[in-house]
């Protein structure tokens, strides 16, 4: 069976992309299609979901809430997506580096990368809001530094796992170059293992934002962030609960689909978890 | 023991360093400040001497030692919004943070380990199903929507519970379970898994054919196998649930650290984001050392 | 002849799951009498490991089971045994030694504390006592310094002494037959022979029996003194270690014998097996050995042959070499 067979028998893999597709639709042609999202109109306030020309209803400011919903979408994917996937690069490099180079580089970027690991992603978006003022800015730089130390933490372990193997020193042996050894040998073994971990980080990325937007440290109005909707909904939940579940079912729809397609990942490409699977089922 | 003394020697220096930027972060965005506190018609001069009150106008590291010296004296500063001394404020917040985030750690273990061997004893079954996928939905749920949901369901609808606030053993229910809502879903995922790679160790067929019970194999062997790393580990649920305790304390109105914190910031009240930010770096911190010294002690490969 | 310790009849274990059902170990028939070594013979994947497993129903089950036979141990049959039975004949009637001696323990606890764990499971005694019994059987199993072992971990152990550990394991309740499967293969060739030397010991100082596996003929005849040989889940071949070796009849047995590199003989005389061993559900319906065999003849194809007598060793075989 190839990889691709593979990933079509993988529930968790097939839900989740599924999910992924409906959610990115909604963010790609959501806006065009409900128009803008800030036009107020009080007399259409707190209208439920279906009411004709407003699918999920309005807030209490008589916004489209499909509207709002939609571009929301496009903000928590590009807080999360984007940035992890900046994050993504800078770790694996920084990790790459580290755990090939070794010595007093490795000694610092471990230190360093240690000690901001173990920090929440919502306590350090706050730091960061406290110390440059709320908007997306703090909480941009928050998920880029915790994923960045994240990603490199575990690229520099498995670097340094790998370049104790077999090929690795035999190549080293032969005389091989350095930059040869780490992107023929070393970077196509790191690659799986980053991806899984990314859509960890792009789930617990899309919570943060969401959370500290809830808060009111995050977005700004005008800007429609999904969990400053739950937050202007959730005075209003026995009136028109739709103002703050919309918002807050389209945000747990996202992290799921990215996490299913975290777990369908690693079974799919984690070469080591997929050999102790059929060992399991063997024996 | 060495290389515990060593971690806890760089640990301490780290904080120091990072506390510092911290400081001067907060320190640096200034001229905020004035312009949150004052009325828009102060003048320039008005706007200095507010600084210089405040003693901003220092430099940073003579501000720094000046800070910690007064903290290791005791003298916290007082709150710009109502002139509340911090010191006050402070034990009264981190005692109601300690309540809420002590019953959240107590519920992350107390129902995340024993769910997470049931799913994994009745593996492949309907219950296990339904474990696991509660576990996933419940990675997956933003607890201030969890919050919501809770609240709409407990208290608008059938009265439970209050919707906020703090007082009684009542009060603390929905806001605990909210925030240790994550932490049990990882924590029954983690003890799945870990139970079902270790029944499949080599060991437990040793364990068997000496004639131990299945009971004594499964409850201490491979418990123990999955478990010890998981507990160890509980210095990082720290972290994380500080960090859900900012969002939690502030929906559900607790009046703990992560409230005052995040009202601190919304009203640029920055002696008080000073220390409490301060205090959560600290207990983070320590709350790392203390899972990676428990990771290291719960291995006896790595204890020697 | 007196009643055979053990004694496995027609013996067959099978993969049952999702609609897949075949056997890997088929109609297998062998004894182990009193103070006897009785070695089982194979290549890798033969059924040897699960025939072991299976006497002592430790095969993983499911998918694994039991489709057919009786293993008679005192007088009564293993495979109608209730777990609960079951355990209390594991380690204390019959004990097993395992191949990877340094994943076969627990990591997390001393070695002592799993031999008094193990003493305990099976005798009414108080923890003094047991860890009593724990040291010498330490002591028994060839470890020089049984109280610094008792208190270690399996991690400080060399491979050597964790086997002579796992050994203690088995001799701690005293059992009468103890199976090891491929007890030496994953230690060095020295230490190889020191655990031989023990074993054997040990079956002459106690009077019991060995069921040794082993795919290492070497082995079989420094120690065994009978000997069965597996080929694709099957008996094909099983008598007197001096009689199997000294007149192989069943082709395969040859081919194995042949294939033993020994001293003073030149590299012609090694003879490989041309072809490859059938997996376990993709049996030919003749004899599963025809498609290798230099010996072949028609009914080969048609019927599977059964094992029978022949001289003073069983034989499953049409055409054996005589």
């Known amino acids: ?283 | 023991m060495s290389t515990v003394v060593k971690r806890v020697l760089l640990t301490l220096l780290l904080l120091q360093l990072s506390s510092l930027a911290v400081f001067a972060a907060i320190r640096l965005s200034g001229g905020d400040v004035t312009a949150a506190r004052l009325p828009a018609s102060a003048t320039a001069e008005d706007r200095e001497l507010f600084r210089e009150q405040i003693g901003l106008n220092q430099p940073i590291l003579t501000q720094y030692v000046d800070y910690l010296g007064k903290v290791v004296r005791g003298d916290l500063g007082n709150s710009l919004t109502n002139n509340a001394k911090i010191s006050t404020l402070a034990v009264e917040k981190i005692r109601n943070s300690l309540i809420l985030g002590g019953a959240a750690i107590v519920l992350v273990f107390g129902i995340g380990i024993p769910l997470g061997m049931l799913a994994a004893f009745r593996r492949n079954t309907w219950l296990d199903t339904s474990i696991s996928s509660a576990a996933v939905a419940g990675m997956a749920i933003p607890n201030f929507w969890l919050a919501l949901l809770v609240v709409w369901l407990f208290s608008s609808t059938l009265g439970w519970f209050p919707p906020a606030g703090a007082g009684g053993f009542k009060y603390l229910v929905l806001p605990a379970l909210v925030l240790a809502a994550e932490g049990i879903a990882l924590t029954v995922r983690m003890t799945r898994s870990a139970m079902l790679e270790n029944v499949g160790q080599d060991f437990v067929r040793t364990l068997r054919a000496a004639g131990l019970s299945e009971s004594r194999v499964y409850f201490k062997h491979v418990l123990r196998n999955s478990l010890l790393p998981i507990i160890s580990l509980a210095g990082l649920r720290v972290g994380q649930i500080i960090g859900y305790a900012l969002v939690v304390e502030t929906i559900f109105g607790w009046p703990g650290v992560g409230q005052i914190l995040v009202n601190g910031v919304l009203r640029r009240d920055y002696p008080i984001v000073q220390f409490f930010s301060l205090l959560l770096v600290i207990v983070v911190t320590l709350g790392n050392l203390a899972a990676s010294v428990g990771y290291t002690l719960a291995n006896p490969r790595l204890r020697k | 002849m007196t009643t055979p310790l053990l004694e496995v009849s027609d013996l067959s274990v099978g993969l049952r799951a999702g609609g897949v059902a075949y056997d890997i170990v088929r109609n297998v028939s062998l004894t182990v009498d009193q103070n006897e070594i009785l070695a089982i013979v194979g290549e890798s994947g033969c059924g040897k490991s699960l025939t072991a497993l299976s006497i002592l129903q430790l095969h993983a089950s499911p998918p694994l089971q039991i489709t057919g036979g009786s293993v008679v141990y005192g007088g009564s049959d293993l495979v109608r045994k209730t777990k609960k039975e079951m355990r209390g004949i594991r380690g204390s009637e019959i004990a097993m030694i395992f191949q990877d001696p340094m994943s076969a323990l627990d990591p997390m606890f001393t070695i002592g504390s799993v031999l008094v764990s193990a003493v305990r499971a099976h005798q009414d005694v108080s923890k003094d006592v047991a860890e009593k019994i724990a040291l010498e059987a330490l002591a028994d199993a060839g470890i020089e310094d049984p109280r610094r072992r008792f208190a270690e971990y399996p991690f400080q152990l060399s491979g050597g002494v964790s086997q002579r550990a796992m050994i203690a394991l088995a001799l701690v309740n005293s059992p009468k037959l103890i199976i090891a499967d491929e007890p030496t293969t994953a230690l060095d060739v020295t230490v190889q022979a020191q655990i031989l030397d023990r074993l054997r010991a040990l079956k002459n100082e106690r009077g019991m029996s060995i069921m040794l596996i082993t795919h290492n003929l070497g082995v079989v005849a420094s120690v065994a003194d009978r000997m069965a040989v597996m080929y694709a889940g099957e008996v094909v071949e099983m008598g007197a270690v001096s009689d199997v070796f000294a007149k192989p009849q069943h082709p395969y047995t040859t081919g194995l014998l042949g294939a033993v590199p020994r001293l003073g003989a030149g590299a012609s005389d090694l003879v490989p097996i041309p072809g490859r061993v059938p997996q376990p559900d993709e049996l030919p319906a003749g004899c599963t050995f025809a498609d290798r065999c230099s010996r072949v003849v028609d009914s080969c194809r048609a019927t599977r042959p059964d094992i029978t007598v022949r001289g003073r060793v069983q034989v499953r075989c049409f055409n054996p070499v005589s």
Do not use: C
């Not at chain 1, 440059?132 to 915790?146: E, F, H, R, T, Y």
């Not at chain 1, 909904?233 to 996202?254: D, K, Q, S």
């Open chain 1, 1 to 283: 069976m190839n990889l691709f067979q593979r990933a079509l028998k993988n529930k968790q893999l097939v839900v989740g992309s599924v999910l992924g597709l409906v959610v990115l639709a909604l963010g790609a042609f959501g806006p065009l299609i409900f128009g803008a999202y800030d036009t107020q109109d009080l007399l259409l306030g707190h209208k439920p979901v279906g009411t004709p020309g407003f699918p999920f209803g309005t807030d209490a400011l008589g916004r489209d809430l499909a509207a709002r919903a939609t571009y929301g979408i496009r903000i928590s994917l590009f807080v999360a997506v984007s940035v992890t996937a900046i994050a993504v690069v800078l770790g694996t490099t920084i990790g790459l580096i580290a755990g090939y180079v070794k010595g007093a580089v490795d000694t610092v970027t471990s230190w360093i990368v240690d000690f901001v690991w173990g920090f929440p992603l919502i306590l350090v978006a706050v730091l960061a809001a406290a110390s440059i003022g709320s908007g997306l800015v703090p909480v941009i730089l928050a998920v880029g530094l915790v994923n960045t130390v994240a990603i490199a933490r575990v690229v520099r372990g498995e670097v340094l796992g790998i370049s104790e193997r077999e090929f690795v020193v035999a190549a080293k042996a032969g005389g091989y170059s350095s930059v040869r050894i780490v992107f023929r040998h070393i970077v196509p073994n790191v690659i799986p293992v980053a991806l899984v971990l990314s859509s960890y980080y792009v789930a617990v990325s899309i919570i943060a934002e969401a959370s500290l937007s809830f808060v009111g440290l995050g977005a700004q109005p005008p800007l429609p962030s999904l969990g400053q909707m739950v937050s202007d909904g959730r005075n209003f939940i026995r009136l028109n609960h739709w103002e703050a579940t919309i918002p807050g079912a389209v945000i747990f729809v996202m992290v799921l689909s990215v996490s299913l397609i975290g777990d369908g990942l690693r079974d799919l490409l984690d070469p080591r978890l997929r050999t102790a699977v059929e060992r399991a089922s063997a024996t």
